[in-house]
């Protein structure tokens, strides 16, 4: 099962990163939707999350990426979450997790970047 995670006071301009990775390729699907104060923005398909996709955090607001993973096969997938400060620097702790499963199986998370007023 996948946790959840929260970065608060996020400096505006930092760098909100979503990396999705599987022992198997092919058999473990994703996607995502990114949510900036409660309106969908944009959805992240299974092509962008394995390469790693990124999005700007910009003040005053909460950006919110409710990720899904589908599994086609048995496999591990692992979750990559990263915040960057506008100067390069890492914030706050990196997430990574993993979740197992097998055909049929679903798991999701979500990520919040709360910039800083």
């Keep these: 099962m996948l946790d959840?995670?929260?970065w608060r006071l996020?400096?505006?301009?930092?760098?909100l990163a979503v990396?999705?990775?599987?022992t198997v390729?092919?058999?473990?699907?994703?996607?995502?939707?990114?949510?900036?104060?409660?309106?969908e923005r944009e959805q992240w398909s299974n092509a962008d999350l394995v390469q790693g996709k990124s999005v700007t955090v910009r003040s005053?607001?909460?950006?919110?990426?409710?990720?899904?993973?589908?599994?086609l096969d048995t496999a591990t997938?692992?979750?990559?979450a990263t915040i960057t400060d506008p100067m390069g620097g890492a914030f706050g702790t990196p997430y990574?997790?993993?979740a197992s499963g097998t055909k049929g199986?679903?798991?999701?998370?979500?990520?919040?970047?709360?910039?800083?007023?």
């Design 19 to 22: 990396k999705v990775s599987s």
């Design 60 to 71: 005053p607001h909460i950006f919110t990426v409710d990720l899904n993973l589908f599994f």
């Design 25 to 39: 390729q092919g058999a473990c699907q994703s996607s995502a939707r990114l949510v900036v104060d409660g309106t």
């Design 4 to 6: 959840s995670d929260q």
């Design 105 to 117: 199986d679903s798991e999701s998370t979500e990520f919040d970047a709360i910039s800083a007023v």
């Design 77 to 80: 997938a692992t979750v990559d």
């Design 96 to 98: 990574s997790e993993s």
């Design 10 to 15: 996020v400096p505006d301009g930092s760098t």
